[in-house]
């Protein structure tokens, strides 16, 4: 059974950065695509970014030149660099290992994020 659990998110300033975590067991690792979800209050998840096993990047118009994606295999961890962050980044974000065609097959459980104006 695959488990993902994400971590490194908290309150920030307009601006500021934060780094979030996914720690995945129970699955290989190396041979998923590794993705980030949004969800914030009344509104839909949305996508965020997306890595390949091939490391190929995908990243969503909204958030495309401040976040980076990354994944370190020997640790079975994918990584969501935020920089300069604002106001509407606020919501809860979600890890998630998608097959080929980029469905999603697990998310995690989700780590807050909000960003102060």
């Known amino acids: 059974q695959v488990q993902l659990a994400e971590s490194g998110g908290g309150l920030v300033q307009t601006g500021g950065s934060l780094r979030l975590s996914c720690v995945a067991s129970g699955a290989a690792f190396r041979e998923n695509t590794m993705a980030w979800y949004r969800q914030a209050p009344g509104k839909q998840r949305e996508f965020v970014a997306r890595l390949t096993r091939l490391s190929g990047t995908v990243y969503a118009d909204s958030v495309k030149g401040r976040f980076i994606i990354s994944r370190d295999d020997a640790k079975n961890t994918a990584y969501l660099q935020m920089n300069n962050l604002r106001p509407e980044d606020t919501a809860a974000y979600y890890c998630?290992?998608?097959?080929?065609?980029?469905?999603?097959?697990?998310w995690g459980q989700g780590t807050q994020v909000t960003v102060s104006s």
């Open positions: 998630a290992l998608e097959d080929r065609m980029w469905h999603v097959k697990d």
